[in-house]
Nanobody, 126 residues
Framework: QVQLVESGGGLVQAGGSLRLSCAAS????????MAWFRQAPGRERELAAA????????YYADSVSGRFTISRDNAKNTVYLQMNSLKPEDTANYLC???????????????????WGQGTQVTVSS
């Protein structure tokens, strides 16, 4: 069982930065791939970024590539999302998720994730 708690969201002006954190409980954190999804009102949940269990492989959605950086610290049971050059369209609830494998395809399918946090709200003003 893994519990995930996100923090670091808030209100920021366009062009600004935020750093999200997701703290995980349990001693098996390093065996899970981790991801940040986001969901805006009226829209489907979408994968923003993901990182493999040892941090060696990362994935970014085209919409955030070059602006967001996902990283993890397995000693601290924490995954981070550094968000730079934020845009109003980045406004969403950002959720942390964990999965037990790293598939070759369909990394963005929510059904593949075993555990989810409650999310932290990010609002970017224009």
């Amino acid at each position: 069982q893994v519990q995930l708690v996100e923090s670091g969201g808030g209100l920021v002006q366009a062009g600004g930065s935020l750093r999200l954190s997701c703290a995980a409980s349990g001693r098996t954190f390093s065996s899970y791939a981790m991801a940040w999804f986001r969901q805006a009102p009226g829209r489907e949940r979408e994968l923003a970024a993901a990182v493999s269990d040892n941090g060696g492989v990362t994935y970014y959605a085209d919409s955030v590539s070059g602006r967001f950086t996902i990283s993890r610290d397995n000693a601290k049971n924490t995954v981070y999302l550094q968000m730079n050059s934020l845009k109003p369209e980045d406004t969403a609830n950002y959720l942390c998720a964990a999965r037990s494998n790293w598939p070759r395809v369909h990394l963005g399918y929510t059904s593949g994730y075993n555990y989810w946090g409650q999310g932290t709200q990010v609002t970017v003003s224009s």
